[in-house]
């Protein structure tokens, strides 16, 4: 039995701005499932959302949260989030990040994105991921009190005989056995779920290893059909959906139909900065109304001077499979990219099972309603992991809850060799592409749920009777998405935000959340509002 104060368990900006925090005052044990730089933070290009120029004001950015997230943000969520964006900031640039600044000037070179009314997007280039996460990951090693555990792979969530969550059940993937972590506070930041879907943005990471484990232990489940569809991603089968920025519409870029005809015009009068949720499906209606594979990303007009300084990674990337930013259009189509629903937490990130955190893409904290602002989602990790420390104070000078004597754990003994299950792994992610993807259907949701029915039957039960491995573990978890993505989106009968049902193409006047909970099996029940945080 390994024993900290904390368990954070992912290794992107929520987890490790959590971990860099908690341990100025607690032992923490930091659990990743590959290297600590295996996360979607590692690859987000674009940047941090941020009211830094004079011109712009908080309330803009409120704004333009709420308009994108098509009326299901909660406001009060939104401003404050908006409101503690700069102190944030300031932490991250003491700790080592460097933003871009303007040519000779202290001044941040601002971005701007799609749904962005002011450029106000603090960026590192073009790899604003990886400069933050390359900064936090330099700090760990300054905290003898944190113990990082690479290639560890959480299986599930342990919770005493008082339903409180007191740690978790982890493989060893090395050495294929399972260990049991005791905390006081255990935090998910395991990032999203985009592996469900055949074409995605996210890394190989991104099974929804945090969401399907709190689902697992009872915890509240929300919005999980608001799945969000990076418009632009390269389409190219060797670049496993590799993605250019919506930072390159920022600056001008134009999406043209293969005969080099401009199409956004017809869709919004933001044309290619209109939300994501429009542009992408703007993108899959010209794309089956023309059989054809994917659209053109159009940077010619820029000179090749300003691309290779604002897009470094992009145009050498883009080289690699033989594109000229400068001189050719880019081939791209959307992919699934980010999750806006997740684990429902309160404003200090706790979920509805005690002592268990959700921060970063793994929750659902009411920022992004049906549909993200571009690059809040960095914002949303630093924000969150923050307060939810704050609050984690509270729990410190308690005693670790006791793990009962062989609690579960025979579940997971001696079942230790790695096993593939490629083909229901291809299943899910191809079922879900089709019928849980951009236009979604009362049909394609049927369908879907007549396999997606049969194969978690199947899976759940191979998952207790043949060996725990990686790839069994991300299965079961994919699998849990899949069908959380499917109820969600059949309780939903309305489009709104990234919700798109041709059966019911129009938004309702009034909404809520929807919520899950695997202890209340009528889904109808999820479609209210629930009044039950407040513990401890
Ligand atoms: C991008 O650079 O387009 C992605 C940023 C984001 O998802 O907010």
Known sequence: MIKSDYLVIGSGI???????????????????????????????????????DNLDTFNEHVQDTLISGAGLCDKEMVEKMVKEAPDRIKELIELGVKFTKKDDSHDFDLGLEGGHGKRRVLHAGDVTGGEIEKVLINNVPKFKNITVYEEYTAIDLILDSRGVCCGAYVLNNDKENIEIFQSKVIVLACGGSGKTYLYTSNPDVATGDGIAMAYRAGADIANMEFVQFHPTCLY???????????????????????????????????????????VARAIDTELKARRESFVYLDITSKSRDFIVRRFPNIYSKCLEYAIDMAKDMIPVIPAAHFFCGGVKIEENGRTDVK????????????????????????????????????????????????????????LYASRNHATAYMHEWEEIRRLAWSYLGIYRSNE???????????????????????SISVDSIELRNIACIAELILRSAMIRKESRGLHFNVDYPFML??????????????????????EKYGHN
């Open 509 to 530: 006047t009034e909404t809520c959340d929807t919520i899950l909970n695997i202890n209340i099996k009528e889904d109808v029940c999820g479609f209210v509002s629930k």
């Open 14 to 52: 929520a987890g490790l701005s959590f971990a860099l925090k908690a341990a100025k005052k607690g032992t923490v044990s930091l659990i990743t499932k590959r290297k600590l730089f295996d996360s979607s933070t590692g690859r987000a290009q674009g940047g941090v959302a941020c009211v830094t």
């Open 444 to 466: 394609k949701l049927l369908k879907a749920k007549k396999r997606i029915d049969v194969l978690k039957n199947e899976i759940d039960k191979y998952f207790v009777q043949a």
């Open 236 to 278: 190219n089968s060797e670049a496993k959906s590799f993605l250019i920025s919506e930072a390159v519409r920022g600056e001008g870029a134009i999406l043209r139909l293969k005969n080099g005809e401009r199409f956004m015009d017809k869709y919004s009068s933001q044309k290619e900065l209109a939300p994501r949720d429009i």
């Open 355 to 410: 002592n268990l955190y959700a921060i970063g893409e793994t929750s659902c904290s009411g920022v992004h309603g049906a549909n993200r602002l571009a690059s809040n989602s960095l914002l949303e990790g630093i924000v969150y992991a923050d307060r939810a420390y704050k609050d984690s104070l509270k729990l410190l000078d308690r005693q670790h809850s006791k793990i009962e004597e062989n609690a579960d754990n025979t």
